[in-house]
Protein backbone atom coordinates (compact mmCIF):
# COMPACT_ATOMS: atom_id res chain seq x y z
CA UNK A 1 0.00 0.00 0.00
CA UNK A 2 1.42 3.47 -1.02
CA UNK A 3 2.37 5.93 1.75
CA UNK A 4 1.64 9.38 1.93
CA UNK A 5 2.82 11.43 -0.79
CA UNK A 6 3.21 15.22 -0.72
CA UNK A 7 4.15 17.44 -3.94
CA UNK A 8 5.68 19.19 -4.81
CA UNK A 9 8.65 18.18 -2.59
CA UNK A 10 10.50 21.52 -2.53
CA UNK A 11 9.31 25.02 -3.33
CA UNK A 12 10.60 28.89 -3.57
CA UNK A 13 8.35 31.49 -3.24
CA UNK A 14 9.13 34.88 -2.86
CA UNK A 15 7.19 37.15 0.08
CA UNK A 16 3.42 37.93 -0.83
CA UNK A 17 3.05 35.33 -2.68
CA UNK A 18 0.59 32.30 -2.28
CA UNK A 19 1.49 28.82 -2.34
CA UNK A 20 -0.79 25.46 -2.47
CA UNK A 21 0.39 22.23 -1.37
CA UNK A 22 -0.74 18.88 -1.41
CA UNK A 23 -1.45 15.91 0.21
CA UNK A 24 -2.65 12.16 -0.94
CA UNK A 25 -3.23 9.94 2.03
CA UNK A 26 -2.48 6.38 2.39
CA UNK A 27 -5.66 4.61 0.60
CA UNK A 28 -8.24 4.40 2.91
CA UNK A 29 -7.50 6.85 5.20
CA UNK A 30 -10.09 9.97 5.87
CA UNK A 31 -8.32 11.80 8.46
CA UNK A 32 -5.39 14.30 6.97
CA UNK A 33 -3.60 16.48 9.58
CA UNK A 34 -1.01 19.66 8.48
CA UNK A 35 2.18 20.53 10.70
CA UNK A 36 4.58 22.76 10.24
CA UNK A 37 7.73 22.22 11.08
CA UNK A 38 10.61 24.45 11.86
CA UNK A 39 13.82 24.03 13.76
CA UNK A 40 13.56 24.24 17.48
CA UNK A 41 10.15 24.58 17.34
CA UNK A 42 9.03 20.68 16.48
CA UNK A 43 5.90 20.21 14.59
CA UNK A 44 3.07 22.90 15.25
CA UNK A 45 -0.13 21.13 14.39
CA UNK A 46 -2.25 23.62 11.81
CA UNK A 47 -5.20 22.03 10.91
CA UNK A 48 -6.74 18.30 10.75
CA UNK A 49 -9.55 17.81 8.01
CA UNK A 50 -12.12 14.76 7.67
CA UNK A 51 -15.44 14.14 5.32
CA UNK A 52 -14.46 17.75 3.85
CA UNK A 53 -14.74 19.41 6.69
CA UNK A 54 -12.33 20.89 8.81
CA UNK A 55 -12.47 18.97 12.59
CA UNK A 56 -9.48 20.98 14.34
CA UNK A 57 -7.39 24.19 13.75
CA UNK A 58 -4.19 25.57 15.35
CA UNK A 59 -2.93 28.34 16.42
CA UNK A 60 -2.17 29.94 12.72
CA UNK A 61 -3.15 33.02 11.22
CA UNK A 62 -5.97 32.84 8.90
CA UNK A 63 -3.58 33.28 6.25
CA UNK A 64 -3.57 29.51 6.62
CA UNK A 65 -6.18 27.78 4.96
CA UNK A 66 -7.20 24.15 3.84
CA UNK A 67 -9.81 22.50 2.35
CA UNK A 68 -9.78 18.15 1.83
CA UNK A 69 -11.77 16.74 -1.78
CA UNK A 70 -14.18 13.99 -1.38
CA UNK A 71 -11.27 11.51 -2.48
CA UNK A 72 -9.58 12.51 0.82
CA UNK A 73 -6.87 14.13 -0.76
CA UNK A 74 -6.16 17.50 0.80
CA UNK A 75 -4.58 20.97 0.04
CA UNK A 76 -3.26 23.81 2.32
CA UNK A 77 -2.87 27.47 1.10
CA UNK A 78 -0.40 29.92 2.62
CA UNK A 79 -1.17 33.35 1.00
CA UNK A 80 0.84 36.67 1.42
CA UNK A 81 3.36 34.64 2.23
CA UNK A 82 5.84 36.08 5.33
CA UNK A 83 9.89 35.16 5.01
CA UNK A 84 8.64 33.15 8.88
CA UNK A 85 6.46 31.05 6.96
CA UNK A 86 9.73 29.00 5.45
CA UNK A 87 9.55 25.35 7.11
CA UNK A 88 8.98 22.11 6.19
CA UNK A 89 5.15 21.33 6.08
CA UNK A 90 4.28 18.20 7.05
CA UNK A 91 0.64 15.89 5.97
CA UNK A 92 -0.17 13.57 8.00
CA UNK A 93 -2.81 10.58 7.61
CA UNK A 94 -4.71 7.94 9.54
CA UNK A 95 -8.13 5.72 8.75
CA UNK A 96 -9.93 7.62 11.18
CA UNK A 97 -10.40 10.09 13.67
CA UNK A 98 -11.09 7.69 16.40
CA UNK A 99 -8.02 6.07 15.12
CA UNK A 100 -4.58 7.08 17.29
CA UNK A 101 -1.59 6.54 14.98
CA UNK A 102 -1.18 8.95 12.51
CA UNK A 103 1.41 8.11 9.27
CA UNK A 104 3.68 10.93 7.37
CA UNK A 105 4.48 11.96 4.21
CA UNK A 106 7.90 13.23 3.28
CA UNK A 107 6.90 16.81 3.70
CA UNK A 108 7.53 20.12 1.51
CA UNK A 109 9.66 22.47 2.04
CA UNK A 110 8.73 25.89 1.41
CA UNK A 111 11.58 28.70 1.12
CA UNK A 112 9.91 32.20 1.35
CA UNK A 113 12.82 34.50 -0.02
CA UNK B 1 1.68 27.13 24.26
CA UNK B 2 4.04 24.31 24.47
CA UNK B 3 1.93 21.39 26.16
CA UNK B 4 4.65 19.07 25.57
CA UNK B 5 7.93 19.69 26.34
CA UNK B 6 11.59 17.76 25.52
CA UNK B 7 13.86 19.32 26.83
CA UNK B 8 17.23 17.96 25.52
CA UNK B 9 17.75 19.24 22.00
CA UNK B 10 20.30 16.69 21.73
CA UNK B 11 21.70 13.29 23.37
CA UNK B 12 25.02 11.28 22.06
CA UNK B 13 25.02 7.74 23.11
CA UNK B 14 27.86 4.93 22.22
CA UNK B 15 26.60 2.18 20.49
CA UNK B 16 25.29 -1.06 22.44
CA UNK B 17 24.63 1.22 25.25
CA UNK B 18 21.25 2.65 26.40
CA UNK B 19 19.98 6.11 25.42
CA UNK B 20 17.26 7.41 27.26
CA UNK B 21 14.96 10.26 25.57
CA UNK B 22 12.67 12.09 28.02
CA UNK B 23 9.22 13.82 27.48
CA UNK B 24 7.05 16.21 29.58
CA UNK B 25 3.56 17.14 29.21
CA UNK B 26 1.39 19.86 31.18
CA UNK B 27 -2.45 18.38 30.05
CA UNK B 28 -3.23 15.88 32.49
CA UNK B 29 -5.84 15.28 29.74
CA UNK B 30 -4.01 13.51 27.50
CA UNK B 31 -4.30 9.66 27.20
CA UNK B 32 -2.53 8.37 24.02
CA UNK B 33 1.03 9.30 23.81
CA UNK B 34 3.16 8.08 20.83
CA UNK B 35 7.70 8.45 19.62
CA UNK B 36 8.18 9.26 16.09
CA UNK B 37 11.68 8.90 14.63
CA UNK B 38 12.77 11.35 11.62
CA UNK B 39 15.48 11.04 9.15
CA UNK B 40 16.70 14.14 7.26
CA UNK B 41 14.27 14.39 4.11
CA UNK B 42 11.44 12.20 5.13
CA UNK B 43 8.53 12.41 7.11
CA UNK B 44 8.27 10.83 10.92
CA UNK B 45 7.61 7.60 11.14
CA UNK B 46 5.77 6.19 13.77
CA UNK B 47 7.46 4.29 16.86
CA UNK B 48 6.38 3.17 19.34
CA UNK B 49 2.93 4.06 21.54
CA UNK B 50 1.20 3.89 24.65
CA UNK B 51 -2.03 4.56 26.36
CA UNK B 52 -2.61 6.51 29.76
CA UNK B 53 -4.16 3.05 31.39
CA UNK B 54 -0.74 1.33 31.10
CA UNK B 55 3.11 2.94 32.49
CA UNK B 56 4.99 0.31 29.74
CA UNK B 57 4.86 -0.97 26.60
CA UNK B 58 7.85 -2.46 25.13
CA UNK B 59 8.68 -3.41 21.02
CA UNK B 60 11.87 -4.89 20.75
CA UNK B 61 14.96 -2.58 21.38
CA UNK B 62 11.86 -0.17 22.27
CA UNK B 63 10.07 0.58 25.44
CA UNK B 64 8.52 3.63 26.43
CA UNK B 65 7.29 4.23 30.13
CA UNK B 66 4.77 6.37 31.34
CA UNK B 67 4.71 8.39 34.52
CA UNK B 68 0.95 10.21 34.95
CA UNK B 69 1.65 11.57 37.85
CA UNK B 70 4.97 12.92 36.99
CA UNK B 71 3.00 13.95 33.96
CA UNK B 72 6.63 12.12 32.27
CA UNK B 73 7.05 9.86 29.83
CA UNK B 74 10.44 8.24 28.45
CA UNK B 75 11.79 6.10 25.50
CA UNK B 76 14.20 3.38 25.64
CA UNK B 77 16.47 2.25 23.48
CA UNK B 78 18.55 -0.86 24.34
CA UNK B 79 21.02 -1.43 22.65
CA UNK B 80 20.99 1.47 20.58
CA UNK B 81 22.75 1.63 17.55
CA UNK B 82 24.01 4.02 14.73
CA UNK B 83 21.12 3.30 12.32
CA UNK B 84 19.16 4.79 15.12
CA UNK B 85 20.61 8.80 15.11
CA UNK B 86 17.58 10.41 14.19
CA UNK B 87 15.21 13.20 15.60
CA UNK B 88 12.80 11.44 17.99
CA UNK B 89 9.41 13.27 18.90
CA UNK B 90 7.07 12.75 21.72
CA UNK B 91 3.51 13.24 20.85
CA UNK B 92 0.79 13.20 22.93
CA UNK B 93 -3.48 13.79 22.02
CA UNK B 94 -6.57 13.19 23.94
CA UNK B 95 -10.46 11.98 22.92
CA UNK B 96 -9.13 11.90 19.21
CA UNK B 97 -8.04 15.13 19.11
CA UNK B 98 -5.02 16.77 17.63
CA UNK B 99 -1.93 15.81 18.77
CA UNK B 100 0.83 17.95 20.30
CA UNK B 101 4.32 17.32 19.25
CA UNK B 102 7.45 17.85 21.37
CA UNK B 103 10.31 19.77 20.12
CA UNK B 104 12.31 16.78 19.34
CA UNK B 105 15.64 15.47 20.35
CA UNK B 106 18.50 14.63 18.28
CA UNK B 107 20.06 11.37 18.86
CA UNK B 108 23.44 10.32 17.67
CA UNK B 109 24.47 7.26 18.41
CA UNK B 110 28.41 6.82 17.90
CA UNK B 111 30.10 3.67 16.87
Known amino acids: KAGVTQTPRYLIKTRGQQVTLSCSPI?????VSWYQQTPGQGLQFLFE???????NKGNFPGRFSGRQFSNSRSEMNVSTLELGDSALYLC????????????FGPGTRLTVL | DQQVKQNSPSLSVQEGRISILNCDYT??????FLWYKKYPAEGPTFLIS?????DKNEDGRFTVFLNKSAKHLSLHIVPSQPGDSAVYFC??????????FGAGTRLTVKP
Open chain 1, 92 to 103: ASRLARSTDTQY
Open chain 1, 27 to 31: SGHRS
Open chain 1, 49 to 55: YFSETQR
Open chain 2, 27 to 32: NSMFDY
Open chain 2, 50 to 54: ISSIK
Open chain 2, 91 to 100: AARRNNNDMR
